[in-house]
T-cell receptor
């Protein structure tokens, strides 16, 4: 089983719909991250969390919100999806800030029509 | 100027050849450097960290040049399985834990 699991793996939705992407991990890491990847732009950080009570905005947080329900779970919501949120979304964890090696989930491919 | 820049490629290289590519970064205070590998439609995975003294892992060698602000990745005796996109990743400075990802260099090994 994967250490970092994302659900769903693929999702097609319509403009204006609320969407939640879920991430769970069995690595026991405190730090969790949400990224989006677009062709030609690389991975960009949306939100990150260092523990259950900690939420931080990343580079492109507008239009997104997150919830850290437990150490192992970090969900990303699109309150009202728009077409330019069509992208590949990755959740990641890291053990500490010294090495900051990121372990990624398999990704969620989201299409907003 | 982008914080992290990579030649997008593609690099098409015959099997068994040696290939190298660089990544430049703009923040001279950057502290940590990594190469990640990403297969098509898959998640990025750490290939290797890059240390100041340079480091080697089997057929892969990573180098850091702080004076010119670039890191490099050398792959020797390339295999078909090396075909992937290679992402350069930089941590801006101590205390800033957010990674900056390059857009990646696509490598295809040709039989």
């Amino acid at each position: 089983d994967a250490d970092v699991t994302q659900t769903p793996r693929n999702r097609i939705t319509k403009t204006g719909k609320r969407i939640m992407l879920e991430c769970s991990q069995t690595k026991g890491h405190d730090r969790m991250y949400w990224y989006r990847q677009d062709p030609g732009l690389g991975l960009r950080l949306i939100y990150y969390s260092f523990d259950v009570k900690d939420i931080n905005k990343g580079e492109i947080s507008d239009g997104y919100s997150v919830s850290r329900q437990a150490q192992a779970k970090f969900s990303l919501s699109l309150e009202s999806a728009i077409p330019n949120q069509t992208a590949l979304y990755f959740c990641a964890t890291s053990e500490d800030s010294v090495k900051n090696i990121q372990y990624f989930g398999a990704g969620t491919r989201l299409s907003v029509l | 100027r982008k914080e992290v820049e990579q030649d997008p490629g593609p690099f098409n290289v015959p099997e068994g050849a040696t290939v190298a590519f660089n990544c430049t970064y703009s923040n001279s205070a950057s502290q940590s450097f990594f190469w990640y590998r990403q297969d098509c439609r898959k998640e990025p995975k750490l290939l290797m960290s890059v240390y100041s003294s340079g480091n080697e892992d089997g057929r892969f060698t990573a180098q850091l040049n702080r004076a010119s602000q670039y890191i490099s990745l050398l792959i020797r005796d390339s295999k078909l399985s090396d075909s992937a996109t290679y992402l350069c990743v930089v941590t801006p400075n101590f205390g800033n834990e957010k990674l900056t990802f390059g857009t990646g260099t696509r490598l295809t090994i040709i039989p």
